[in-house]
């Protein structure tokens, strides 16, 4: 199948390429289908496109990778849905977002995927947890848009 | 917005599988207990809406705002 996409162009997909989000993204409960790009320059980087709306992606990051002893605990019904036969299975994805001084990371509500099941939650992780988890770098790019 | 008073113990059903039970009262504090699916998700609203959000604004990034991403050392 193809999809339009504002960032990527035409992309043509298998019908496995696909991940389902059966309650969406919270702000985003509409968009039940996602695809899983990975980032043309950057290799820590994979966008999670949506395949019905074409200007709604997220970057997204493994965790660990930029912030080491990340852990989370969610309630039990939060993981239920994707119905994951072990943590092994499961891969956890961190949105990227940006505010004045840095890129951040929501570490609050990480996306959880069942890969073999092609499924995907966005959960929301108990306690006090940042949605903005500012990475030290400041890009140049950002300061000169504020 | 349906208002109803309940007391300590009392359950409110919403749909076929969704119950609120008042646990507890102290002072101006009332304590819930949900019972829902698991598919639903049950959150403090401030926490949902911030959520929200945060979605709602990671999802206009473009990759021009992620070039040095990853290029700085990220360990905390």
């Known amino acids: ?9 035409s992309l043509e997909l298998e019908p496995g390429d696909t991940i389902q989000f059966p309650g969406g993204l919270l702000g985003l409960e509409d968009c039940r289908q996602w695809v899983l790009l990975a980032d043309a320059q950057n290799g820590a980087l994979g966008w999670l496109q949506s395949t019905t709306r074409p200007d709604v992606a997220l970057a997204v990051v493994s965790p660990r990778r930029f912030v080491p002893h990340y852990q989370f605990r969610v309630y039990r019904s939060e993981l239920a849905p994707l119905e994951l036969a072990g943590v092994k299975d499961a891969q956890v ?35 006090d947890l940042p949605l903005q988890h500012e990475l030290n770098s400041v890009p140049a790019t950002l300061k000169k848009s504020a | ?39 639903i ?30 290029k700085a050392k990220g360990s905390e």
Not at chain 1, 102 to 120: D, F, H, M, Q
């Open chain 1, 1 to 9: 199948m193809q999809i339009r996409t504002t960032r990527f162009g």
């Open chain 2, 1 to 39: 917005m349906l208002v109803l008073s309940r007391q300590r113990d009392e359950s409110i059903m919403i749909g076929d599988n969704i119950v609120v039970t008042i646990v507890d009262i102290r002072g101006d504090k009332v304590r819930l207990g949900i019972n829902a699916p698991a598919e």
């Open chain 1, 93 to 127: 994805l961190t949105i990227v977002g940006k505010n004045e001084r840095s890129i951040t990371l929501n570490l609050k509500a990480p996306i959880v995927i069942n890969l073999e099941r092609r499924l995907g939650r966005q959960v929301v992780a108990n306690g």
């Open chain 2, 41 to 70: 998700p049950v959150h403090r609203q401030e926490v949902y809406e911030a959520i929200q959000r945060e979605n709602l604004r990671a999802s206009r990034i473009e990759p021009k705002d992620t070039r040095h991403l990853g």
